[in-house]
């Protein structure tokens, strides 16, 4: 979801890559799960993070739309967010005792937090929102070790793809006025990159399969 934000006022004032040393050590959150508490319809899922899901729950997408997430539309495009649990009390994925129960396959903005990304310059870098944990005397971590992701280039690769897909996306979808080429547009984003069931191996493989078609469809409507 992009935001206009100010990067002053939330941040330290500084922009990092995976490989740099952030102050956001918590000593494994413990006793705590307050983010996980109040993060209300914010996480935003991608299809890595769907491939995740079902990979390590052995589960699909019908099966995680009957609780644990939710669709939404996110700057004209429809995807799926984590959904809160039954009367408001945190993430579906958040246990009774206040710990992540799908901590090896959480999303991605969940391995991340409290950093958050900024695009720019056909890029992207990590800032850290500093009123977003409020755990005292943090202990410094190399980025890359606190997100815990394997072939991470290939991920950031894959994160800026999607991103810049998305926005492509946004553009037909804010130029047209035709209502059946934006739900036709929608529906096969959805099914494309997240109702069709993923393979448990080569995500990367799948994903840029599935974006090549893709873009072939959306070159129709440009
Ligand atoms: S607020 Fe900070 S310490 Fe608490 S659960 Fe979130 S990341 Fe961990
Ligand atoms: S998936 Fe896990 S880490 Fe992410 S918000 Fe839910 S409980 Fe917290």
Known sequence: MEREIDLQEISD???YTANDMVKIGCNDCKGC????????DTIILDPYDLWQ?????QTDFETLMQGKIELQVVDGTILPNLKIR????????????????IHGYRPGFCRMFPMGRIYEDGGFKYFLQVHECDYPNKTK???KKW??????ARYEKFVLDWHDFLKEVQA??????NQEIVKNLNLYILNQFFVTAYEADDFYG???????????MLRMYR
């Open 13 to 15: 004032g500084k922009l």
């Open 33 to 40: 799960s307050e983010c996980c508490r109040v993060v209300g």
């Open 53 to 57: 899901l079902e990979s390590g729950l």
């Open 86 to 101: 039954e009367g408001g009390a945190g993430c579906s994925f958040l246990s009774a005792e206040g710990r992540c129960t």
């Open 141 to 143: 971590v190399k980025l």
């Open 147 to 152: 997100m815990g992701i394997p072939e991470l």
């Open 172 to 177: 037909v979808l804010k130029k047209t006025e």
């Open 206 to 216: 799948q994903f840029y399969g599935r974006m090549e078609k893709a873009e072939e």
